[in-house]
C-alpha cells in the first residue's frame, strides 16, 4: 500500500514568565483526507490528534490523546452544513464527559448553544446559549454563560478594511454577584505582512501581539502581557510557524 504523505507545518512556541520558560514544538502531517497533529512541551508531554475528513458527507472526526494522560483521549464528531453545525465530543473514559454544541444562521444572524454531562456526577457542568449579528463592517454577539450566571455582550467594527484596522469591545456581568468588566482591543496591519494587536483589561491588564509573514505561509508572532499588580507576572512570547 502506498501513502502520499505531506508534512504540512511545523510551529514552535515559547513562554517566559518571571524566572520559568516553557515552550512546545508542534508538527502536522497530511495524507488524504486524514491530518495527524503532534505536539511536544518541555514537561516531555505528547500531545496528538488524528482528524478524518468526510467520514460521511459533510463530517470531520477527530481522536485526540495526550501522552503519559491516560485520562485525556477524546473522540469528536462534526457535522457542517451551510446553516447549520453540530459538534459532539465523549472522553475515553469509564466515566465520560459528554459535550454537545449546536448553532444554526443565515449568514448575518446565528443562534448557538452548548451543554456538558459529567456521567460521574450525573450533573451538567456547562450550559451556555448566545446569539450573533454579523453585518460587512461590524459584528456583536450576546451570550449567556457559565450556566446562566454571566451575561456577555460583544462588538467588532472594522474602522479600514483596505489596512485591517478594527476594534472589539467585550463586557460581562455577573448576575449574582452584580461585577461588571469589560476588554477593549485593536487590530491594524502595518503593511501587507505585518499585523499589531493591542489588548487592554479594567483589571489593568495589558497585552500586544506583532506577527510577521516573512515568507510566503510562514509566520513570527511576538506577544507580551503586562499586569501592572505583579509585575513579576509580566509574560513574553515567541511563535515561529513554517508552512509548506
Not at 16 to 32: E, M, P, V
Not at 182 to 188: E, V
Request: aromatic share 10%; charged share 20%.
Amino acid at each position: 500500500m502506498y501513502w502520499n504523505v505531506y508534512w504540512q507545518a511545523l510551529t514552535t512556541t515559547g513562554l517566559k514568565r518571571g524566572q520559568f520558560f516553557t515552550g512546545d514544538l508542534s508538527t502536522q502531517y497530511k495524507s488524504g483526507n486524514t491530518t495527524v497533529d503532534v505536539k511536544v512541551d518541555t514537561n516531555c508531554n505528547i500531545t496528538s490528534t488524528i482528524t478524518v475528513n468526510e467520514i460521511f458527507p459533510s463530517s470531520k472526526t477527530a481522536l485526540s490523546f495526550k501522552i503519559p494522560d491516560h485520562k485525556s483521549g477524546k473522540l469528536e464528531v462534526q457535522y457542517l452544513h451551510d446553516r447549520a453545525a453540530i459538534n459532539s465530543s465523549i472522553g475515553l473514559t469509564p466515566t465520560p464527559l459528554l459535550e454537545f454544541s449546536a448553532a444554526v444562521g443565515n449568514g448575518e444572524v446565528s443562534l448557538g448553544g452548548e451543554v456538558a454531562f459529567d456521567t460521574a456526577t450525573a450533573s451538567l457542568t456547562k450550559y451556555n446559549v448566545g446569539i450573533g449579528l454579523t453585518k460587512e463592517d461590524y459584528s456583536a454577539a450576546l451570550m449567556v454563560a457559565d450556566k446562566g450566571e454571566t451575561l456577555k455582550a460583544s462588538y467588532l467594527h472594522t474602522v479600514n478594511p483596505v489596512n485591517g484596522t478594527a476594534v472589539a469591545a467585550e463586557i460581562s456581568h455577573k448576575l449574582t454577584t452584580y461585577e461588571n468588566n469589560f476588554t477593549i482591543g485593536s487590530s491594524h496591519f502595518v503593511d501587507p505582512y505585518t499585523m499589531v494587536k493591542t489588548r487592554f483589561s479594567n483589571d489593568g491588564k495589558v497585552a500586544m501581539l506583532c506577527q510577521r509573514q516573512w515568507r510566503p505561509k510562514s509566520l513570527m508572532t511576538f506577544s507580551a502581557e503586562m499586569d501592572p499588580k505583579t509585575v513579576s507576572s509580566t509574560r513574553f512570547g515567541l511563535a515561529v510557524a513554517l508552512r509548506s
